[in-house]
């Protein structure tokens, strides 16, 4: 199995900040989502053009959603058939129907 790339102490530093950064802004996402100051269509739209909304979890951003929870989230997905790890930028034309006609 080969081994991880050895990066130099700055390469590292920067990974990491990049990382800190992303997650920070998926959070904020999803607290944006939470309060209804952004919808599901919004964040549907914009995955294509932003990288960090591109790869957050369908699931999560699901979840996010005022008034669904874990088993919800999880039941529509399954029904709809998106898989659990999928991201936004990865769903399909018919998927990304599927999830606003549920979802709105």
């Known amino acids: 199995m080969p081994q991880p ?8 530093e ?6 800190a950064a992303a997650r920070k802004a998926r959070a904020e996402l999803k ?7 952004l919808s599901l269509s919004e964040v549907i739209g914009q995955a294509d053009g932003d ?13 996010s959603l005022p008034g669904v929870g874990k088993v919800k989230a999880r039941r ?9 790890t999928r991201t936004l930028k ?15």
Do not use: C, H, W, Y
């Open 51 to 63: 990288a960090v909304i591109g790869k957050t979890k369908v699931l999560a951003v699901i979840e």
């Open 90 to 104: 990865g769903l399909g034309a018919q998927q990304r129907k599927a999830l606003l006609d549920a979802f709105s």
């Open 5 to 12: 790339p050895q990066l130099t102490p700055e390469q590292r």
């Open 31 to 37: 607290e944006r989502l939470k309060m209804g100051s």
């Open 76 to 84: 529509t997905m399954e029904e709809i058939g998106i898989a659990e």
């Open 14 to 19: 920067a990974a990491l900040a990049k990382a």
